[in-house]
């Protein structure tokens, strides 16, 4: 999990990488490695409090239509999982008022770069 999310971090502007929220899972048992490499912090939310990491109980509700719990992530195709960042990343969301994650990203992408020239 790490060497991945390590990878994808590295497509993220620098601006934008500042920290990071996890739940106590066992994937980020490697988070002062993760830390070390890519220089985000790790913050863990206490037990049984998911309101503390945002919209990341929605979005893994959005991830289990295409990836029940238990699935075996090991016998998933990069492809398989590339197809749905993408299709999660148009989806339209209630938080972004009906935008897309890529949509807001994009905004923010562009108004940080006009910011820098100016």
Same mark, same amino acid.
């Given at each position: 999990v790490r060497k991945a999310m390590v990878k994808a971090f590295e497509r993220i502007p620098e601006q934008f990488k500042k920290s990071l929220t996890y739940d106590r899972g066992s994937e980020m048992s490697q988070h002062k490695l993760f830390? !070390? $490499?890519?220089k985000i912090k790790v913050f863990f939310a206490d037990p049984h409090s998911p309101w503390q990491r945002g919209t990341n109980e929605n979005t893994n509700g959005l991830i289990r239509q295409y990836?029940?719990?238990?699935t075996d992530f090991k016998e998933v195709s990069v492809?398989?999982? !590339? $197809?749905?960042?993408?299709?999660?990343?148009?989806?339209?969301?209630?938080?972004l008022e009906y935008y897309t994650p890529a949509e807001k990203f994009y905004?923010?992408?562009n108004n940080q770069k006009f910011?820098?020239?100016?």
């Open positions: 830390t !070390k $490499e890519t990836f029940p719990k238990g492809k398989r999982i !590339k $197809e749905v960042e993408n299709k999660l990343n148009a989806r339209p969301r209630k938080t905004e923010l992408i910011a820098l020239v100016t």
